[in-house]
């Protein structure tokens, strides 16, 4: 790196192609734009380097310097080995490590919260188990001999990413879980205008949204100014025909009551 060095940015790209600023540094300061490396990034200025810490597996890609708003020629592969979950708030999940190679002695899982803090989750010695911290009293437990970590009524405040050391042997794993609040049952809306010979129906919610016939075919839905998709549904003839809306958030889904075209064309008949 040759002086004067008046800009450093490091960029990350992720497998899904998507390039943004990991950190950067100029004659105004050091800034960590992207939340994902809040925390745990640090840049020396004068030799260039990137350190980050408590990596992730959503950390994995490619890694490019700009000096002096000069794209440099190298690239910098990281791939993070462990795995990602998402769960619903009240579910389960288990993580275990690749390899558990005896005599074991010790075991600590550990947790790294979305803002950086570091905290024992469960740890295990000769001396029995420890859950030292009180969000996991009562729902965690280990296998000494396989290692793996179990926590039950899992709530948001149990997202962020899992290590495990075993005798006092950080491994290169990272586990990543995010836990999200349930989707609510749906309520579909009806919408009539006069003079229309269609029913339109709303479903109201910030979720990726699926449409349903009664045959169990998928229906493209139209985007709604505020959140939320419609259908417009024409009358059949077919009184048992319906439509339901299903909330999906990655973690949980659940699907409303069905709205029957009898209730949406009440005294129609086939002409």
């Not at 075919?217 to 939320?228: A, V």
Request: hydrophobic residues 30%; proline residues 4%; glycine residues 8%.
């Amino acid at each position: 790196m040759n002086p004067p060095v008046t800009s450093i940015i490091w960029k990350h790209r992720s497998s899904s192609g998507v390039v943004f600023k990991v950190a950067e540094w100029d004659e105004d300061g050091f800034v960590v734009p992207n939340q994902r490396f809040k925390g745990i990034t640090t840049l020396d200025e004068k030799t260039g380097q990137i350190t980050i810490t408590n990596l992730a597996v959503e950390h994995s890609g490619v890694y490019t310097i700009d000096i002096n708003s000069k794209e440099q020629e190298q690239r910098f592969t990281l791939k993070v080995l462990g795995e990602d979950q998402t769960k619903a708030v009240g579910d389960t999940v288990s993580f275990h490590p690749a390899n558990i190679n005896p005599p074991v002695t010790s075991i600590i899982w550990k947790h790294r919260s979305s803002s950086g803090i570091v905290v024992k989750a469960i740890e295990w010695n000769e001396d029995g188990f420890n859950t030292p911290m009180q969000r996991f009293k009562g729902i965690t437990t280990l296998d000494e001999k396989t290692g793996q970590i179990t926590i039950t009524n899992l709530t948001v405040e149990h997202s962020g990413v899992y290590t495990i050391d075993i005798n006092s042997k950080e491994q290169e794993q990272r586990f990543s879980l995010k836990v999200l609040e349930r989707v609510p049952k749906p309520v579909i809306k009806t919408e009539k205008i006069e003079g229309n010979p269609v029913v339109y129906l709303r479903c109201e919610y910030s979720e990726i949204i699926i449409w349903k016939n009664s045959a169990g075919e998928t229906l493209i839905g139209s985007q709604l100014d505020q959140k939320g998709e419609s259908i417009a549904v024409q009358f059949t003839g077919n009184p048992e025909n319906f439509y339901t809306c299903t909330l999906d958030n990655g973690a949980s889904t659940e699907t409303s009551d069905p709205v029957y075209e009898r209730d949406l064309f009440k005294g129609k008949t086939v002409e």
